[in-house]
């Protein structure tokens, strides 16, 4: 990457800025646990790539459950909104990547698969909400990550082309998406990432770091 050619980042919530990933494994499987179901060993890595009305579905028809996916939906948020409103931390290093944005003139916003109640009650609680220039969520647009609407409309939203636009994730699915519509990517280590996804990350993102202030030289 050149150096002074980004102008704006997008910036994914949850394993990349807000360290919440295992949160989410722990409810995937009390949720389950709910319905006396043994959760699949992988079922936070198949859920986790679907946005919030496509793994509602997938729980309700695969698992046969007596329950609508609006219903599902609503249940798993209740279950977290405790975690977002008074508890979860930011990531280790983030605080530091952010001020380091801040002091490059760097403007940012967050494009997030989370609920948007719960991921607003964090940002809110964390400080973040007079720092970024918008909160996306894939349920306000309608579209997941392995698609790059959310990343489009952040661009839009900066008001920069995509060349000067890093997108900053934990995931694998998102780096791709965003690689493929032409971004510059930070793929970001996060504990709950398997090896193999990790190795994937490395290699198809522009740069690859294991604590965020990393990505701060390369900028």
């Known amino acids: 990457m050149e150096h002074n050619t980004i102008k704006g980042a997008i910036l994914d919530l949850d394993g990349t800025l807000l ?9 995937d499987r009390c949720f389950l646990g709910s319905y006396h179901i043994s959760p699949p060993d992988d079922i936070s890595e198949i859920v986790k790539k679907m946005t919030i009305e496509e793994s509602s579905r997938y729980f309700a028809e695969r698992f046969n459950l007596h329950a609508t996916p609006e219903e599902i939906a609503d249940r798993i ?68 990550k392995t698609t790059p609407e959310i990343y489009h409309e952040g661009a839009r939203r900066l008001g920069l082309g995509k060349r000067q636009i890093l997108v900053a994730e934990d995931a694998l699915h998102g780096i791709l998406t965003a690689k493929k519509a032409g971004f510059f990517t930070a793929g970001v280590y996060d504990p709950a990432t398997t090896s193999e996804e990790w190795q994937q990350i490395c290699a198809n993102a522009t740069i690859a770091v294991k604590k965020l202030p990393e990505i701060l030289k390369h900028i």
């Open 19 to 27: 360290d919440s990933m295992n949160v989410w494994y722990t409810i």
């Open 77 to 144: 948020e209740r279950m977290a909104a405790d975690q977002y409103k008074n508890v979860l931390p930011l990531k280790a290093g983030a605080e530091e990547f952010l001020d380091g944005l801040d002091k490059a003139g760097i403007k940012y916003g967050i494009a997030t698969a989370n609920y948007p109640a719960l991921a607003r009650a964090a940002v809110d609680r964390l400080g973040l909400s007079s720092r970024i220039q918008f909160l996306i969520t894939e349920s306000e647009i309608g579209a997941g």
